[in-house]
């Protein structure tokens, strides 16, 4: 099978495995990660292309279900990330946010979604590098996961 | 445990129209299901033993039984955690209701909302959880993560959205649920799959830090969905992790909407 | 006769998945006995009474109705076709047979449902006869009976103090499947074992001629205190067919589906304005007796409940239909209806 | 009920199954009134236009969707004496009349119907009619308004009394100012104490009072009440007290719906069923019902 019939969706199951890259979905905050993505990408360092960024106020606005959302819709990985703790530029948000998820995680480990497709980190506004570091260290991580489990019960599956 | 008195009491309320409704149990073809009584003549009905499992609180919500306030629940323990609960969520005042205590084989007689706190705490402090279930869950842990996703996808296959565990619970409280908005649409209502997944999940975190562990959600499930696993992890965290068991302090604050500055952080990078 | 070993079900329903049927049977699935399809894993247990109706595979809880492929703004119509396998429902009991009058009426009582048709037509029906029946079981109070054939393609009569099974075919779709199970199936003579005894336990014409009278009685507001308002009862009917419509979509594909709903949801009947014609819990549950005893029987002349008893077993609050109509019924001696 | 007012619905093309809709293509959408808006829909295919009409009689209703949204019922607002296009009116609600206000001219959506009873106008000949609407509920009334007036012959006198919460939310404006100037209707439009403006003509008071102060003469008068629950709780008694008799008085019932073909199972009032035996009912029937939550 050639590269250009291998698109997603479009070549058998084989040809997906082989060609695949790990789609990572991160949600940040406006204030810190995001500031920090915003400065790796004006210092023009290099990092992995997997990651798709979805940016709000405050990590303490990232409901659960914005993960079960992109479990569903295909990630092979979700990354949360916000400003370090005493940063919050909401005081507290990132307060609230450690501790939901750090139950949040407990539950989505236990029933099938592991420590490898879940990341979660501080980022601060003038750690370009760390985030740089941080998609790169988190791509290769979720590749060596491999794709995420279509049988997952997480996982929107095509209707019938 | 001395039922008599307990039939005694129930009858006394309604009869001096301390409460307008006693929500007990009564037997019914060799089972125990709820019991709603407003006469004093048909507190005799009331039984007692440890297959009641129903959470009678779950009626505090109904619009019927608040418009009959005060209501005297018959309680256990668990149950009477969730009033506890309920009343650090502001979801009741000491006025709406009564609590015919039962436990420990005992019967506890009828307590205000702060002396049933008070009772939790002098006699019921150290609630047990649930050996099986902790072993059950212990079992699960030990699995590879496909085999846990492998377990809840049979599990979570055979709901069929009735909503009974929402409805059997007393801390379901929203007055429009998160499953039934649809702008936008975050969990899929077809049962299926993915949205039988988020449903589940959102259900069990809704309730993280808010669970007493009372069973009354894996109870109701018609399709038995071993509910409790869910719950029961969340609450051993919440015990763990930050050392909260809800349910003994009416002024407590939430334990996810709450946070302390050394909370576990291992986990982040 | 056609003869089977009370032992062999499991081959029975094994030569019919060989003979291409899908085969719904009552299996053990953890701690609950319930209709599955069957597999060489699954246990067979007609002893228990299975948690979820027959009509799951009639009428599935959430099935595509409709669907597109999204291009862009535009959207072109695509070809929905059931999924809807031959099918033989084995053992399942006579109360769900009954059932299927109520849904074939409903689906077809004026446009007809094209999804539920092809479910129905590929579908053979064998109750087996209940020698046994619990507290909750009131068929006879509703016009059926533990060795009712009404809806049945074949019966399966427990015979020769449970040993043995007879396979009476009754239509020619009875036929078809007794002929794809020959080889499971044996020649002979047995005595067929009698059915079990379920009194009567209150008369629906009296129940119906109470609520024509009693839209409004304090009755609802007592009856219903119990009713937590899920969907246990209505999803585990086998006559309950209420149903909601819903889209949802990923970026190229749009399906409408169709999903089981219930009357008992506060928010099924309410206006997009925020206005609900039935605001509260009494209000619903009197809904759903009065479909049942009055409303169906008034608009099909038959009745909406067929006394399974499910709703009783799996009711969180332990609600039961069969004690509602029994207070009704006492109710309405009290202070006797005007003859309707 | 008699047995002009039975469902004349049919499947307007063969199809898979009866809950596929035709696709239709927006030609024109207009704004009423705050999140108001209306909808002027083409049937792409010829042969479902023919289908449509054929079967279309006033008071019918469809369901209008877009895929991924879903569907929802409003009634036909367009006479079944104008063919070449139907009209619906909404107000903006939740997830499906959103995506359907975002539609655009030339761009499509779903329509399946004409379901339901219809308004038996064949029966009123020569007859007086009094239309009374309230807010958003102009719609159903105005395809029979524009019935009659395209057979204005036919008819006896025409008269309308529309009210709105505020001037903002008076729909149809252009249609309102056209039937202000006709001389062949009679139209009385008021808003809510506090909805008017300076400029506003019309008269100020809730639809009930209004009526009650206009008084119009119930001989050998129709008379057809739409408006929100509140508004025909209170306008029904001044109805009866003017003289209408129930049995000539009509009004629509907009309980919610799903299949709107008799299935689903959450429109019924008493054993009926509102997509199959209603909209349309009279007020005489309504009475018969212990079950009308009006």
Redesign the interface.
């Known amino acids: 099978m050639t590269q250009a019939s291998a698109k997603p969706g479009a070549g058998t199951e084989a040809a997906e495995q082989k060609d695949w890259t790990p789609r990572i979905v991160a949600f940040v905050c406006n204030w810190c990660t995001y500031a920090g993505a915003d400065l790796a990408g004006t210092s023009r360092l290099q990092y992995a292309p997997n990651v798709r960024i979805i940016k709000l106020p405050c990590t303490g606005r990232i409901d659960p279900l914005f993960i079960l959302k992109a479990f569903e819709q295909g990630a092979d990985a979700v990354l949360v990330s916000g400003c370090h703790p005493g940063d919050c530029h909401y005081t507290s948000g990132n307060y609230h946010a450690r501790r939901r998820w750090g139950l949040f995680r407990r539950l989505l480990e236990f029933t099938g979604i592991d420590s490898r497709r879940l990341f979660f980190s501080w980022v601060s506004a003038a750690e370009g590098q760390k985030f740089a570091d941080l998609i790169n260290e988190v791509t290769e991580e979720v590749r060596q996961a491999g794709p995420f489990d279509t049988s997952n019960p997480a996982r929107k599956r095509p209707w019938t | 445990m001395d039922l008599e008195k307990m039939k005694q009491d129930a009858a006394a309320l309604l009869e001096d129209g301390r409460a307008n409704l006693v929500i007990g149990f ?1 037997e ?4 125990c ?2 019991a ?1 009584v ?1 006469d004093a003549d048909q507190a005799d009905a009331l039984t007692y033993d440890e297959t009641c499992i ?1 959470n009678v609180a ?2 505090l919500r ?4 608040r418009s009959r306030r005060p209501v005297a629940l018959v309680a256990r323990p668990l149950v009477m955690r969730s009033l506890v609960l309920l009343k650090a969520e502001q979801q009741l005042t000491d006025d709406d209701v009564l609590v015919l205590g039962v436990g420990d084989d005992a019967y506890h007689g009828v307590l205000t909302l702060a002396e049933t706190e008070k009772l939790l705490n002098d006699q019921y402090a150290r609630l047990a959880p649930d050996a099986e279930t902790l072993a059950e ?1 212990e079992r ?2 030990a699995m590879s ?2 085999e ?6 049979e599990q ?3 709901c ?5 565990c ?3 619970c007393p801390m379901c409280y929203c007055e ?1 649920c ?1 499953v ?1 908005r ?13 949205g ?3 449903w589940n ?2 259900r ?2 809704h309730l ?2 808010r669970c007493t562990e009372c069973g ?1 959600c894996e ?2 499930c ?3 969905i071993p509910l409790m ?2 719950n029961s ?2 609450a051993r ?2 015990r763990d ?2 050392g909260q068991t809800p349910g003994y302090d009416a002024e407590a604050q939430p ?7 050394d ?3 291992e ?3 | 006769m056609k003869l089977l070993d009370a032992s062999k079900l499991d081959e029975l329903a094994k030569t019919l998945a060989d003979a291409g049927y899908r085969v719904v049977v009552p299996a053990e699935d953890d701690e609950v006995v319930r209709y599955t399809e069957w597999t060489p894993e699954v246990t067979i247990r007609t002893d228990a009474f299975p948690v979820n109706s027959a009509k799951d595979f009639l009428f599935p809880r959430s099935e595509v109705i409709d669907r597109y492929e999204l291009q862009g703004d535009d959207f072109v119509a695509k070809d929905v076709a059931p999924e809807a396998p031959k099918t033989v429902l084995l053992a399942v009991r006579p109360c769900d047979a009954q059932a299927l009058a109520m849904l074939d009426t409903i689906f077809n009582w004026d446009f007809e449902d094209e999804l539920y048709n092809a479910h129905r037509q590929a579908t053979t029906v064998v109750p087996m006869v209940c020698t046994e029946a619990d507290a909750q079981c009131f068929c006879t109070s509703v016009g059926g009976a533990p060795d009712s054939s009404a809806g049945a393609d074949a019966m399966l009569r427990p015979a020769d103090g449970g040993t043995k099974f007879i396979l009476e075919p009754l239509t020619e779709k009875g036929e078809a499947l007794a002929e794809a199970a020959a080889t499971a199936l044996a020649d002979g003579e047995a005595e067929p074992d009698p059915p079990a005894e379920v009194p009567v336990r209150f008369d629906p014409e009296q129940v119906r001629a109470w609520l024509d009278e009693n839209f409004e009685s304090d009755l609802w507001d007592l009856l219903s205190l119990a009713c937590l308002g899920c969907g246990a009862c209505a999803y585990t009917c086998p006559t309950c067919h209420c149903f909601d419509i819903q889209d949802e979509k990923t970026r190229n594909e749009a399906v409408r589906l169709r999903n089981w709903d219930s009357c008992g949801f506060g928010l099924f009947t309410q206006h997009a304005g925020g206005h609900n014609p039935r605001p509260d819990q009494a209000a619903r549950w009197r809904n759903r007796v009065m479909h049942k005893f009055s409303y169906i029987p008034e608009r099909f002349s038959l009745l909406g409940c067929t006394g399974c008893g499910r709703c009783a077993r799996v009711c969180p609050a332990g609600m039961a239909m069969l004690d509602a109509c029994v207070r009704i019924e006492e109710e309405s001696k009290k202070a006797p209806a005007h003859e309707s | 009920m008699s047995p002009d007012t039975e469902s004349t619905a049919t499947p307007t093309r063969a199809r898979r199954n009866v809950y596929q809709p035709v696709p239709m293509t927006v030609a024109e959408r207009r704004e009423e009134a705050p999140d108001v808006r209306t909808l002027r829909l083409a049937f792409p295919d010829e042969a479902d236009r023919v289908r449509f009409f054929e079967a279309y009689r006033v008071g019918q209703f469809g369901l209008y969707g877009v895929p991924g949204a879903g569907e929802c019922v409003f009634c036909v607002a367009s006479p079944p004496t104008r063919t070449e296009a139907i009209e619906c009116t909404f107000r903006l609600a939740g997830r499906v009349t959103a995506a359907l206000r975002d539609r655009e001219v030339g761009q499509k959506i779903t329509f399946r119907g004409p379901y339901g009873n219809h308004f038996p106008i064949e029966e009123w000949k020569g007859r007086n009619l009094l239309f009374i609407a309230g807010g958003i509920a102009l719609p159903p009334l105005r395809s029979v308004i524009w019935n009659i007036l395209d057979r204005r012959d036919e008819f006896g006198k025409v008269s309308i009394l529309y009210g709105a919460r505020t001037v903002a939310d008076l729909v149809y404006k252009s249609e309102l100012a056209e039937w202000e100037e006709r001389d062949d209707v009679d139209l009385v439009q008021t808003v809510d104490p506090g909805g008017e403006t300076d400029d506003w003509k019309g008269k100020v008071g809730f639809v009930p009072a209004v009526l009650e102060e206009e008084a119009p003469k119930p001989a050998d008068t129709i008379a057809l009440v739409c408006g929100p629950p509140i508004m025909i709780k209170f306008t029904l008694p001044v109805l009866a007290k003017l003289g209408f008799p129930p049995a000539d008085t009509y009004t629509t019932l907009e309980n919610r719906m799903k299949c709107g073909i008799g299935k689903c199972g959450r429109c019924n009032v008493g054993s009926l069923y509102v997509c199959k035996d209603g909209p349309v009912f009279t007020v005489e029937q309504l009475q018969a019902m212990p079950h009308a939550d009006m």
């Open positions: 009564r019914r073809a060799g089972e299901v709820p709603f407003t129903a779950a009626y109904k619009p019927e039984v869950i699960i842990e993560p496909e846990r996703s492998r377990f809840w996808s979570f296959a055979k069929t959205r009735c909503y009974a929402r409805a059997a429009r998160i039934d649809n702008v936008p649409q975050w969990i899929s209502t077809a049962a299926r799959e993915h039988n997944y988020a999940m959102i069990a975190f993280a830090g009354a109870a109701a018609p399709q038995g696993l869910l992890l969340l965290e919440v992790a930050y334990v996810i909407g709450s946070w302390n500055t909370d576990d952080e986990f982040i990078r």
